[in-house]
């Protein structure tokens, strides 16, 4: 049973930088799609960013695109997130999601789930 363990989340100044990490355990994370979900209060969850299992095919929400960059070090069995010129909205709750499969940001395709770390973004 794959298990995904989220961190790197804290508080950050508007325009600032944080790296997520995703180590997986009880697997090898090699043949799985991961991607990268965020939820805020009183908002849907929506994915942000997502990785196939070779890292050769990604793919960003609007919201996103050209500030993070997701990536994955198979070899240690981690995905990544790096968030550049943090915004107001993207304070939210992060979470990493794995499934064996091709990847998407449509979350109801994944089957493993982090319990997710908290990005607040504020002056």
């Known amino acids: 049973q794959l298990q995904l363990v989220e961190s790197g989340g804290g508080l950050v100044q508007p325009g600032g930088s944080l790296r997520l990490a995703c180590v997986a355990s009880?697997?090898?994370?090699?043949?799985?799609?991961a991607a990268w979900f965020r939820q805020a209060p009183g908002k849907e969850r929506e994915g942000v960013a997502s990785?196939?299992?070779?890292?050769?095919?990604?793919e960003y929400s609007d919201s996103v695109k050209g500030r993070f960059t997701i990536s994955r070090d198979n070899a240690k069995n981690t995905v990544y997130l790096h968030m550049d010129n943090l915004e107001a909205d993207d304070a939210a709750t992060y979470y990493c999601?794995?499934?064996?499969?091709?990847?998407?940001?449509?979350?109801?395709?994944?089957?493993?789930w982090g319990q997710g770390t908290q990005v607040t973004v504020s002056s």
């Open positions: 999601a794995a499934v064996w499969g091709s990847a998407t940001l449509k979350e109801g395709f994944y089957d493993f």
């Open positions: 009880g697997s090898t994370l090699d043949y799985y799609a």
């Open positions: 990785i196939s299992h070779r890292g050769d095919k990604i």
